[in-house]
């Protein structure tokens, strides 16, 4: 267990210090956690991404440590009275073990399902998959970074054979001629990185922002399109039509590292800048100035984020962004290439290491007779017992508590009641389960809804690795052990497979599991235990090895030398060889070693506007928030800073509507409504109103988007569907 000597005023304490790194977004900001008499503070570290810079989210990230409202011993829910009543850690696990046990034998293994996070480690990450597959034998395991990253890494194993955010180095943007952002808001997002853009724009380059809304970021670009919500597939497609009529197509490249050409080139005939004007509103004056940019530039970055991603056609939409990339020669020349901008804190390494539905360790195919070989091996099982591919994770979500859908579902870094799409319908299935799990470090809205609750440690107590937005595994340092009360997660999967493994064991009926069993040298508890290790540094030495020869291979990147070298890139096989800072400068990750191109057209918003709902709604993030806010929210600063959700909307659009800036709106759509203030803003289209998805209850932004969901990758449209808007 990891129960530690620790008070929450620690008197006497000596003064200690590690270096780390940001609990929240991908760019993982380098800090110093400093730790005395008066409690933990956070101090700015130089690191090569951050440079010295934390967001006003990292310097407040220690508030969290020694919060009020933090959990410190499990919830179990009360069949009597339906509250959660706290419970020791034996009871709330039992009830646990019985609740799987009961909805297994009754309806079968994939009755149980787990949902992961992208902000978890690499280790738990992995030791949560090998869970779900050898453990609890369910097929059914999914994350939400399926609500982040899907698109994005969908179209780069099409288009490149691997799926790495940034194949180059972060530093590579300060460098760049031309910057080309669409959907990407970093000046909120990740304020840190602006810096690389600021660097990039003194050295004389040029920084193009494609983005429906006047953002903080695209007030500093030197050329801001705007276009509808929805219509950025068709951007790209006019961009590169205006490339190859202006002869700006890098025809060596194409021919000597890519294939299939031709069919883009024929497909984006007809994307003729007037005809993308009227789909999308971006001037073809504007359109012709960014080609050009693009294709006369020396260094040229072409960057995706959640703008362009987050929608029923996103893998399409990335795809015309590296289309364009590839026919002008992008992707391994120096100082250019394209990338997407990952958003979690280990939204990269968290889509690696096996706890999404299709995929094992290292980046492997769970459909990959070989892969399932390797990775059993390691796991100590017959290949034929892992389970197959699951479902993308709002299609499992949508289906619990259905018939034939799982009716137990274990959650462990995550807050679906706010982040999922369409969350009152997603909130109703969980309500429905016969048993919900929930590992958190507060009282989510999901845990909220629990049967149990199991109180976590935060990052400042436990060790693991993260990996960064550019593909850098990262070392996570434990300042402190976690208050008496609450165990890590691996902490958790590793009691949960001891008890879960007694099944059946008649040798004693109080038997301690993780302690050895005196009835039997053959204890199956002890060895679950033992194959489901709590300390980080022993799963992450097994999960170097089930990547070996992966995509993601991690086999050569030693705690030792993230230590020495700031960070490590993946793939790394050997200790004693390079790491990879930069992809494809002789070959693409695909059997040829050729770029693939993939003709892509533009289809409209799976919703579209009508008379009863005219306007488009569009999310996205603030600067003072992170994510569902389970943790930001209850942050004294960012509280003041962004209390409460608001929709933003054009003053013409609020006059028509008979609007005032911070008069109480409603917005509708056919799945649910938001209410919070308007707030009024030239910067936003007259046609488009935006709301902020970090919220819950009335001000939920989720309660309105939409399910629909990308045919390739599962990501759901959470950047269009149509609305109405009113005075409340
Ligand atoms: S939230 Fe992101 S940008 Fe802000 S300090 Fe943390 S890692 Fe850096």
């Not at 497609?237 to 009529?245: D, E, G, K, M, P």
């Not at 005939?269 to 509103?281: D, N």
């Not at 929608?311 to 020349?333: F, I």
């Not at 094992?360 to 389970?387: F, M, N, Q, T």
Request: hydrophobic share 40%; charged share 25%.
């Amino acid at each position: 267990m990891t129960d530690g000597a620790w008070s929450a005023t620690r008197p006497g304490l000596a003064p200690r210090e590690v270096a780390t790194h940001c609990p929240y977004c991908a760019l993982q900001c380098g800090m110093t956690l400093r730790e005395d008499d008066a409690g933990v503070t956070v101090h700015p570290r130089q690191f090569p991404t951050n440079r010295g810079g934390l967001c006003q989210k990292g310097w407040t990230a220690a508030e969290l440590l020694d919060h009020p409202q933090r959990l410190t011993t499990p919830l179990v829910r009360d069949p009597a009275t339906g509250e959660l009543r706290p419970a020791s850690w034996d009871t709330a696990l039992d009830r646990v073990v019985a609740g799987i046990r009961a909805v297994q034998d009754d309806a079968g293994r994939d009755a149980v399902a787990v949902f992961g996070g992208g902000g978890l480690t690499n280790e738990k990450a992995y030791a949560l998959g090998k869970f779900a597959r050898i453990g609890l034998r369910t097929r059914n395991i999914d994350y939400n970074g399926r609500f982040c990253m899907s698109s994005a890494a969908a179209a780069g194993m099409r288009a490149f054979g691997i799926d790495r955010g940034l194949p180059f180095p972060l530093a590579d943007l300060g460098r760049a001629d031309t910057l080309l952002l669409v959907g990407a808001n970093p000046a909120e997002t990740m304020p840190p990185l602006v810096r690389w853009l600021t660097e990039q724009r003194r050295g004389g380059g040029k920084l193009i922002v494609v983005d429906p809304r006047v953002t903080a970021t695209a007030r500093q670009a030197d050329l801001h399109l705007q276009p509808l919500p929805g219509t950025d597939l068709a951007v790209a497609n006019a961009l590169l039509h205006i490339a190859l009529t202006e002869g700006w197509v890098d025809r060596a490249y194409v021919a000597d590292r890519t294939t299939g050409f031709d069919a883009v080139r024929r497909s984006v005939a007809a994307w003729w800048p007037a005809r993308a004007e009227q789909l999308s509103g971006v001037p073809v004056a504007d359109l012709e100035a960014t080609a050009r940019a693009l294709g006369t530039g020396g260094r040229v970055i072409i960057l995706t984020a959640r703008g362009a991603e987050q929608h029923a056609k996103g893998v399409d939409t990335v795809s015309a962004y590296v289309n364009l990339a590839l026919a002008l020669g992008l992707p391994g020349r120096d100082g250019s290439g394209y990338g997407c901008l990952t958003g979690q804190g280990n939204g990269q390494g968290g889509r690696e290491h096996g706890q999404k539905a299709d995929q094992l360790p290292g980046y492997r195919k769970i459909d990959d007779p070989a892969a399932r070989e390797h990775v059993a091996r390691v796991w100590g099982v017959p290949a034929d017992e892992l389970p197959g591919p699951g479902v993308p994770a709002y299609q499992l979500l949508d289906s619990l508590g259905t018939p034939g859908g799982p009716r137990a579902l274990l959650v462990f870094g995550s807050n679906p009641v706010v982040s999922a799409p369409r969350a009152a319908r997603i909130e109703g299935r969980l309500r429905d389960l016969d048993l919900l799990v929930v590992a958190d470090l507060l009282l989510s809205e999901t845990a909220a809804l629990a049967d149990v609750v199991l109180p976590t440690a935060q990052w400042a107590e436990e060790d693991g690795t993260m990996t960064n937005l550019e593909g850098r595994v990262l070392r996570r340092r434990a300042l402190r052990p976690p208050p008496p009360g609450v165990r890590t997660d691996l902490a958790i999967i590793s009691d949960l497979a001891a008890r879960l493994a007694t099944e059946g064991c008649a040798a004693t009926d109080d038997c301690a599991p993780t302690d050895g069993c005196a009835a039997t040298d053959d204890c199956a508890a002890t060895d679950a235990a033992a194959r489901f290790p709590a300390d980080p540094g022993t799963v992450f030495a097994e999960l170097r090895r089930a990547s070996a020869g992966g995509a993601a291979d991690y086999a050569g990147i030693s705690w030792d030398r993230i230590d020495a070298d700031d960070g490590v890139y993946w793939p790394c096989p050997t200790e004693d060889g390079p790491d990879t800072p930069r992809l494809f400068a002789d070959r693409f990750a695909t059997p040829d070693g050729r770029a693939r191109f993939h003709p892509v057209d533009h289809r409209p918003a799976a919703e579209e506007v009508c008379a009863t709902y005219p306007l488009h709604f569009t999310t996205g993030r603030v600067l003072a928030q992170y994510q569902s806010g389970t943790q930001t929210r209850r942050v004294a600063a960012l509280r003041r800073a962004a209390p409460e959700a608001y929709v933003e909307l054009h003053p013409d659009l609020a006059a028509r509507l008979g609007i005032d800036d911070g008069d109480p709106v409603r917005v509708t759509s056919r799945r649910g409504e938001l209410r919070a203030p308007a707030r009024l803003s030239a910067g936003i289209r007259p046609d488009t109103v935006f709301a902020p998805f970090h919220y819950a209850g009335a001000g939920r932004a989720n309660s309105v988007t939409n399910d629909a969901v990308d045919p390739i990758c599962g990501m759901p449209e959470f950047k269009i569907c149509a609305v109405r808007v009113e005075k409340a």
